[in-house]
């Protein structure tokens, strides 16, 4: 973690009384924004925020999914608290999403992600991550599309879990959704992680910015 970061939750200040997308704004419960090491090398990015990240106001976190990313994480040595907390002491890796504002019924529209856009990239800019850990099929697609060559309809998360796409200044690992996934199939995410990412100059860096 970076000296001068003084919080891991929202670092950059970003709108928290956010009332662009109108649909949202009395179905949400709070604006969730990014959260982790402004100097990350690993950023990782859903969808959305489920139900128990807007309670605790943190992307990835408790029940729904949250857990279970904690967890990978963990093994990897990004997450160094268990993986039921509301705030996780983290480092070298920022959590963040598509859109902050959770509809109960629905997933975002094409034109919530597009408003939201904004945010992603100025955390994008900001962090300058080496790696992009995409979860979930619509992340995925999203990312890649803005960061690679390929077209829109060869991306398919389930194929592509635990492999690594060339990006534009960046590489992009995609993790299947974490509610939807296997042990095995998270035991593969690690052992990628693993072999072909953490093993070449990232993890001489890795740590080095420590709460």
């Known amino acids: ?4 970061q003084e919080e891991f939750a929202n670092p950059f200040g970003m709108d928290l009384d956010c009332e662009n997308c109108p649909e949202l704004c009395g179905r949400r419960d709070r604006v969730v924004h990014g959260f982790g090491d402004v100097g990350a090398e690993f950023l ?3 969808e959305r925020p489920t139900a128990a990240a807007e309670r ?3 992307p990835f976190t408790g029940e729904g999914g949250g857990e279970r990313v904690q967890s990978i994480l963990a093994d990897l040595g990004f997450v160094r608290s268990s993986p039921d907390a509301a705030e996780p ?3 070298n890796v920022f959590f963040t999403n598509l859109t902050r504002c ?3 019924n629905r997933e975002p ?3 919530e992600v597009t408003t939201c856009e904004p945010f992603l990239n100025a955390e994008i800019r900001m962090i300058n991550p080496q790696i992009i850990v995409a979860v979930g099929e619509r992340a995925l697609r999203e990312l890649a599309v803005a960061y690679t060559t390929r077209r829109p309809d060869s991306f398919d998360v389930a194929a ?3 492999t690594t796409i060339r990006g534009r200044g960046f590489e992009i690992v995609p993790m299947r959704e974490p509610e939807s996934m296997s042990d095995e199939e998270a035991d593969a995410f690690v052992e990628h992680m693993r072999e072909n990412v953490l093993s070449r100059d990232y993890r001489q860096t890795k740590g080095r910015r420590s709460r």
């Open 102 to 104: 959770r509809h109960p």
């Open 160 to 162: 592509e879990h635990a």
């Open 56 to 58: 605790n106001g943190i």
């Open 1 to 4: 973690m970076d000296a001068t």
């Open 109 to 111: 529209t094409d034109e």
């Open 89 to 91: 002491d983290v480092q």
């Open 44 to 46: 990782v990015v859903g």
